[in-house]
């Protein structure tokens, strides 16, 4: 057999992470004359930003770090506003509050460069001005504002990126009490499981996902309970009708009664506490709905998708609406978040899932 078909001579194996351990190799005055160039004519109060770094590969056929200045440029300019100068024309007023909406730089970072490859790559931090995204008249999170500001297509829709990763999001105070408040935080889930501080919280899946009867799905997840887990999830989508909610809930919650858990809400327990949390991961419109029924049937718990069943403002909103735990299932995260150089840092994934 051929060692080689096709364009395998392209193909590497990834022998290092591309950010993680690695050294700045950025000569401090050139960081500085950098980041003083563009910061030049975008001055305002920079008031409580929210702050993003950014790991990004892009083309470079000059000296090390300018691919990565150049980057910041445009991310600077197209991500919120360019200085007045260049956007009005001369007999144009130049609106009130206008330099209050543009973004800056704070740090970069070179962590590598190869001349021959014409390619570098490097950490931007850019800060963006909360009064640039928070135009909610409720006052609730403007999370697609706040997500099309950091993550819109001036971070990585450049032909000249090879790689384009947010790594890490830093929100200020005034942003992030914004964020919907914790309704089953780790104390809480202890307290109906009936556990103490420093009991682990041990839980299971069912897998596979289809093709079970309701008995067979009901099976596993008794089993588990029996065997000591303390709340079982159906891990990944069980493409049930909206009727067959109920059948299968409706079979795992009386087998599980019968064998003595407490799925209630009681102060004082008739058995063993445990929660059952169904996937009904499905289109954001019907998901209220797949929610009621699973609930209805008896579950005490929920599991969806936010990726793909309505964001993660659909998640609280499930849980605000129901007061029930629901656990954000990663189907669909690893799509965006998978890749060492596009996307997103899983921990941005799974702090924003926290927070919600």
Known sequence: MADILGCGKELHRIASHPYIGREDVLDKSRKKKIIGELNKTRKNSRKDPLKVTYYFQVHNTGEPASGLADTARMILEHGTLKPWKAEGGSADRKPENYDEFMSWIEDIALLGYNQREKLESGLIQIAYPSVFFSKRADKEMPFAQMMTAIAGEPVS???????????????????????????????????????????????????????????????????????????????????????????????????????????????????????????????????????????????????????????????????????????AHTAGMNMSAGCLTWGFDPRVMYVLAAFF
Not at 157 to 166: D, V, W
Not at 201 to 213: E, N, S
Not at 284 to 308: C, K, V
């Open 157 to 327: 829709a450049f032909s000249f990126y090879q790689g384009a990763k947010i790594l890490d999001v830093e929100y200020p105070a005034a942003l992030k009490k914004l964020f919907p408040r914790s309704v089953w935080p780790h104390d809480r889930i202890r307290k109906y499981l009936c556990l103490k501080p420093k009991d682990p919280i041990i839980g299971t899946i069912v897998k596979p996902k289809t093709g079970l009867t309701p008995a067979l799905f009901s099976k596993s997840v008794l089993d588990a309970a029996l065997a000591g887990a303390g709340f079982t999830k159906a891990d990944e989508n069980m493409h049930l009708t909206l009727k067959d909610v109920g059948k299968y809930v409706g079979r795992v919650v009386k087998d599980l009664k019968t064998a003595g858990f407490d799925l209630g809400r009681s102060a004082a327990p008739k058995g063993k506490r445990f929660l059952f949390a169904p996937h009904i991961t499905t289109d954001s419109e019907n998901i209220s709905d797949y929610a009621e029924a699973a609930l209805e049937a008896g579950a005490n718990a929920l599991m969806f998708s936010p990726y793909y069943g309505g964001g993660f403002l659909k998640m609280a909103e499930i849980i605000r609406k129901f007061d029930v735990p629901v656990y």
